[in-house]
């Protein structure tokens, strides 16, 4: 380990390349937990999506729930209307009453379309979002698919390097004896 060192040291071609080497797996690192912070953020973002669908769809639940009380109260008004139409006083009331109703039948109709929409585009998102998490998770793949072609090639690229650096020095070595023995 230390002969390798003291080679990497010496040898400013090694050192480079070792170099090179530790970058690239420094911007491997940095590309993985990128990647991985990224899918944690989508996770969360996916999991505050499912609360809020969670409380909307309660609220939608809500909503109709009072929208069957308050068709239940108009009914009852109308029969009412029926029942005490003999005295004009009592359909005035009854005629405002029914007019308040509607009133609030139609503005809860109103947010009922409003959070059906606010829902159709949450379930849009939600749609998006489960499609770009399975583009990065493809694209994940790839890049550890890619790392690993780097690995193998840079690992060869270094058998080649320590090869001629081999022949090299046996090549110095041989030219040195033949100079001695001049």
Known sequence: MDELVTK???DST????SAITVVILLFIV????ISSMRVKSYKDRFVNLQIDNQEKEKLISELQK?????KIKNAQNEQELQQFSQTKEKLLD???????FQKEHSE???????TQAKFENIENMYENLLTEHKNLQERFEQLTEENSKLRINNARLLMKVETEA??????NR??????GQK
């Open 8 to 10: 990497i040291g010496s």
């Open 108 to 114: 809860l109709e109103k947010l009922q379309s409003q």
């Open 94 to 100: 009854i005629e405002a009453a029914l007019t308040g």
């Open 174 to 179: 041989r030219f040195s004896d033949i100079e």
């Open 30 to 33: 940095l590309v993985v937990v």
């Open 166 to 171: 081999r022949f090299k020095s046996e090549m």
């Open 66 to 70: 009072e929208l069957q009380v308050f």
């Open 14 to 17: 090694l050192m480079f390349i």
